[in-house]
Nanobody
Framework: QARLVESGGGLVQAGGSLQLSCAASGIIARLYAMAWHRQAPGEQRDLVATISKDHTTNYANSVKGRFTIARDNAKNMLYLQMNNLKPEDTGIYYC??????WGQGTQVTVSS
């Protein structure tokens, strides 16, 4: 059974940085595209960034130039480096694998 576990969230001031990690187990992650999503309070879950099996990346316009998605297939890991964070980046961040499996989420709070 595939399992995804996010970590690295926390409270940070605007302009700060965080790196999120997502550990995949029970599945060969390199066979799938992976993604980060976030859900702000009272909002729908939105796509933040995607990375294909061959490491092609795409980003939501709101995070381009500030966030970087990366994966380490040897370790079955997905990462999201978030720089120059803004209060509107606040939310629960989820990783997904192949659009089929989801983690439980990690909270990111950016104070102004």
């Amino acid at each position: 059974q595939a399992r995804l576990v996010e970590s690295g969230g926390g409270l940070v001031q605007a302009g700060g940085s965080l790196q999120l990690s997502c550990a995949a187990s029970g599945i060969i992650a390199r066979l799938y595209a992976m993604a980060w999503h976030r859900q702000a309070p009272g909002e729908q879950r939105d796509l933040v960034a995607t990375i294909s099996k061959d490491h092609t990346t795409n980003y939501a316009n709101s995070v381009k130039g500030r966030f970087t998605i990366a994966r380490d297939n040897a370790k079955n890991m997905l990462y999201l480096q978030m720089n120059n964070l803004k209060p509107e980046d606040t939310g629960i961040y989820y990783c997904s694998l192949g659009g089929l499996y989801w983690g439980q989420g990690t909270q990111v709070t950016v104070s102004s």
